[in-house]
């Protein structure tokens, strides 16, 4: 009874893996829109009885997809190399440095956020609260105490840059890689990008 049980917990974490994975490659080789139940179930080659199942529904599927190929979701303040003691400006960097290479080779996620800009959906709008809480909680415990009266001034700063840094990764995917002279498919042009990057996280430590 005992070995059958650990067989059917088995086969129930592997049948959700192969769920997961098809909506990976529907989105890289088909697209957002072609992520109905019955074009994932085929592409898993599993019966989308078991979606359902074990989601209880292709929005719930989506949703667990989403959180695991998200950055930002899964930042933790214990994800710093080293403790704390610089209010943060360490860490902000190395995140920053990470985002950027993260997105670059990750498709499914560059997908993700073309797909949240174009539409409205539910999956989505969990997205963007989860990265909101798990940014507020960063924000609370490393940079608003070191910051002060000006930690308003600093998160505007860091929107710009994670935006930025998103943008640039999708722009060279999609339109081409030359981006103001710099060529970003070349390890001299990104590490170019992260430079500035963190170039700025320091001068607006310094000047905030």
Excluded at 117 to 142: D, V
């Amino acid at each position: 009874m005992e070995e059958t049980t650990k067989t059917r917990v088995k086969n129930k974490e592997k049948s959700k893996q192969q769920f997961m994975d098809a909506v990976g490659t529907i989105l890289k080789t088909k697209g957002y829109k072609y992520l109905k139940v019955n074009e994932i179930a085929a592409t898993a080659g599993l019966d989308k009885k078991l979606i359902y199942n074990y989601f209880g529904g292709t929005e719930q599927l989506l949703d667990e997809y989403i959180k695991t190929q998200d950055f930002w979701s899964n930042v933790k303040e214990e994800d710093s190399a080293e403790e704390i003691t610089d209010g943060g400006q360490a860490f902000v960097k190395q995140m920053l440095s990470q985002q950027f290479d993260f997105v670059a080779a990750n498709k499914e996620l560059q997908k993700i956020l073309l797909w949240r800009l174009s539409e409205e959906r539910t999956s989505l709008r969990k997205l963007t609260e989860g990265q909101e809480k798990n940014g507020e909680i960063l924000f609370k415990s490393i940079t608003d105490p070191h910051f002060n009266d000006k930690s308003e001034e600093f998160r505007a700063v860091i929107a710009i840059l994670i935006s930025g840094a998103y943008y640039l990764n999708m722009y060279s995917e999609i339109n081409g890689s030359i981006f103001c002279g710099l060529d970003l498919k070349t390890e001299a042009g990104r590490s170019k990008i992260k430079d500035a990057l963190s170039l700025l996280v320091d001068k607006t430590y310094e000047n905030l």
